[in-house]
Structures are given as C-alpha cells and as structure tokens.
C-alpha cells in the first residue's frame, strides 16, 4: 500500500510541476509576445478564375486553313514576343486588329478571317482562314511616292500599299514599274512580293 501511496504523489508532483510549467510559459510568453510578433508579409490572393496569360513557355500555333480545297495545316512557331503577357481576351483584339490591315503576303493569299481557336497558359492555336474564289485576277503595280503600289485589274481601285522601296529592285524590275507591271494571278503577285519583300 505504501507503494500504490508513493506512485500515487510521484504522479501528481508530475501533474503539477507540468503545470506550473505550463502557467509559467504562457504567462512569460504573453508579456514578451511582441518580441517573437513576424511582421505581416504583404501578400496577393490567388483566385481561382484568375486569367491565363501568354509567357515565352506557351506553345503557339498557326493552324492555315484553305477554304477553298478544305485542308487545313499547322505550324508551331516561337511565341510572337508582342505576345507576351496578353490575355484571351487582348489576344482577340490583337487578331481582329490585324484583319483591319493584314499582310500583302496574308492579302494575296486571299485571307478571309483570322480568329483564335484555343487558349490556355500551355498552349495557343490561332486559325488564319484562306479562300482564293473571290480574288481578283489581274493586278498592276505602279510607283507612288517610291513605294510599290499594287492597283486591280481597272487600275483605279487600290488593293494595297507596300513597303517595298523601288529602288530596292533590281534595275530591270524598275522598268516594268515604271510604267505599270502587270501581274495575270493572285499566286504571281505573291512570288512577287515574297521575292522582293525584305
């Protein structure tokens, strides 16, 4: 019995050593709490639905689609670095911008639309739609201001502007311009430009 009697105060000398410890500790540490305070780190929440962006890792994609024969390519590109950092939605607005002025190469090609088909982080595909049945056939092209000027077949109506210099040319294109080099197809007028385009 006087065995069960000691066990018995050894456990709750125990008890109470644990709590005066414990008392102790909380008592110690709430007057010094300023001491061990972290400063607040100013932080931004993720939200969940936050947009997706084009980074230098996405993986861009130009699907080519002809109207006309109904096939469609693809061709993985470099992100474009104007592209960095856009949403979908300025993405969007960067493509219908574009179809206000589109490339003479694009043009020639007879460009109908150029839309985005999908986006994410990871990967971006945007669609350029082709179709040659409403091109025109015959074209001139004439010198205005130094620049090559590219007119349809009544040589009134513009089709397009360049940015190629005459003088650039060679001397015996130059002669044909001067006076009007007349272009019989739409493919011509594009090995044309993509010859003499820098």
Known sequence: MKKV??????IILMVGVYFVS????VKYFSNNGNDYKVNDIPTQAVDANSEEI??????YVIEYYNIDTKSLTEEKISTPLQYLGYTREKLIKELRTY?????????AQGIISY???SFSSKKVIVRKSFST???????YIFVENGYLTIYLEDKT???DNTTIKLSNL???????????KKISSQKELYNFLETYTS
């Open 5 to 10: 009697y000691l066990a018995g105060l050894f």
């Open 22 to 25: 414990y008392a102790y500790s």
């Open 54 to 59: 084009i980074s230098n890792v996405t993986e």
């Open 99 to 107: 179809m206000i002025t589109p490339t003479l190469t694009d043009k």
């Open 115 to 117: 839309e985005l088909a």
């Open 133 to 139: 049945a409403d091109l025109p056939s015959v074209y």
């Open 157 to 159: 109506t513009l089709y």
């Open 170 to 180: 060679p001397e015996s294109v130059q002669r044909e311009i001067v006076n009007g």
